[in-house]
């Protein structure tokens, strides 16, 4: 596997694990609590910051096991791992957009901050997860 494809593997399992903490911290207040009263900003940090932590943490890791099960191989970008970041950048940079899209128009209509946010976040994630995707899929079956 590619250095750059572990590193993929690993922001995609670091997002998924962040919004499935998120959603169990969230989630439970949207039953009990007014969508006004809703704690959800330290939750969104705390999830966002350990995402990345965790994503840096399992990329060091996984870097170091294939190291050394392999110390042969070659650990670094090459022309073709530059292209498909590129092509997983403009998949994903969709998906931002429509998330940004939708926190302006709820902020046209003057939504609760929580959708905003939460509608910003959902963008952020699709955005990583889906482009995360786009570029596992160019490495397993080439890109146009």
């Known amino acids: 596997m590619a250095y750059m494809e572990r590193t993929i593997w ?3 399992i670091a997002s998924v694990i962040g919004l499935v903490v998120y959603l169990a911290l969230i989630v439970p207040q949207l039953i009990t609590t007014p969508v006004g009263e809703i704690a959800w900003v330290w939750p969104m940090v705390g999830t966002i910051a350990g995402g990345i932590v965790l994503s840096i943490v399992l990329s060091i890791a996984w870097g170091i096991v294939a190291r050394m099960r392999d110390p ?16 997983g950048e403009r998949v994903g940079q969709g998906f931002l957009a429509i998330g940004a899209i939708g926190a302006l128009i709820l902020a046209m ?11 910003l976040f959902l963008g952020f994630f699709l955005s990583a997860v889906l482009g995360g995707m786009a570029r596992l899929g160019a490495y397993r079956r080439g890109f146009q």
């Open 10 to 12: 690993a922001q995609l």
């Open 72 to 87: 042969e191989l070659e650990h670094t970008a090459d022309q073709r791992d530059r292209e498909i970041e590129r092509f």
């Open 109 to 119: 209509v003057e939504a609760p901050w929580f959708w905003i946010g939460n509608a």
